[in-house]
């Protein structure tokens, strides 16, 4: 998984010495092939999204029941858990419903908040009466809601490929983000089936996901190769 096009400003466990130099611990970033992964990237994320903005209103609709049944199998409804979403953007599976139904069961929901450009995610935490502003890209956001620490952090997917990495829009938000909570929460992306993709060339950041939900191929879930 990635939306990491930005080589020089990521971190990653477990030392943030890499941001100094790319070679410590035994780290070698070719530039060359690093501005080639982002070039790639950027077109086939533009492919991708135009292809999943033509899908009909009811093909996505469908995609997001199958996704939140699946989703009622593989996240627990307890007190500890704190299941971080995201608001749909740009013809992603909308999960709202879900994250309502959630609430009402008791669970808790969090929201990602992007605070600056480098920086990790904050989570703040949703309700279905939750007072919410606009913030990066217009997407609504808790701004009274606690800050929390997700156990289980759910993404919305551009691309993903066999291995579990995923293809994002380019910020390294994501990334970023996973890098820095601890303990490493479940991971879970959330897409469609055009999505899928040979390799998305993974670099040295990139983490993978735990699981794999598609919502348009008739199945429940998948898991990455990388997992047993």
Aim: glycine share 8%; hydrophobic share 40%.
């Amino acid at each position: 998984m990635s939306d990491n096009d930005e080589p020089a400003t990521f971190s990653s466990p477990p030392c943030f010495m890499h941001e100094v130099d790319p070679t410590y611990g035994g780290l070698i970033v070719d530039q060359t092939q690093a501005r080639d992964v982002a070039r790639w990237r950027k077109a086939e994320r533009e492919r991708l999204i135009a292809t999943r903005l033509a899908l009909s209103v009811s093909e996505r609709d469908e995609a997001a029941r199958r996704i939140a049944r699946s989703l009622d199998g593989l996240t627990p409804n307890t007190p500890e858990t704190i299941v971080s979403l995201y608001w749909s953007f740009r013809g992603e599976p909308d999960l709202r419903f879900w994250m309502a139904e959630r609430c009402v069961m008791g669970g808790r929901v969090a929201l990602p908040v992007v605070i600056a450009k480098g920086q990790p995610l904050v989570f703040r935490e949703w309700t279905p009466a939750a007072r919410l502003e606009r913030g990066v890209w217009s997407i609504p956001f808790p701004v009274d809601g606690v800050i929390v620490t997700p156990t289980v952090v759910i993404a919305p997917l551009v691309g993903f490929d066999r291995a579990g990495y995923r293809l994002g829009y380019g910020g390294g938000f994501f990334d970023r983000t996973l890098a820095a909570i601890s303990p490493k929460p479940v991971v879970i992306g959330v897409g469609y089936a055009h999505g899928a993709i040979s390799t998305i060339y993974p670099q040295w950041r990139d983490i993978p996901m735990d699981h794999v939900l598609i919502g348009d191929d008739g199945s429940p879930h998948a898991k990455p190769a990388n997992h047993p």
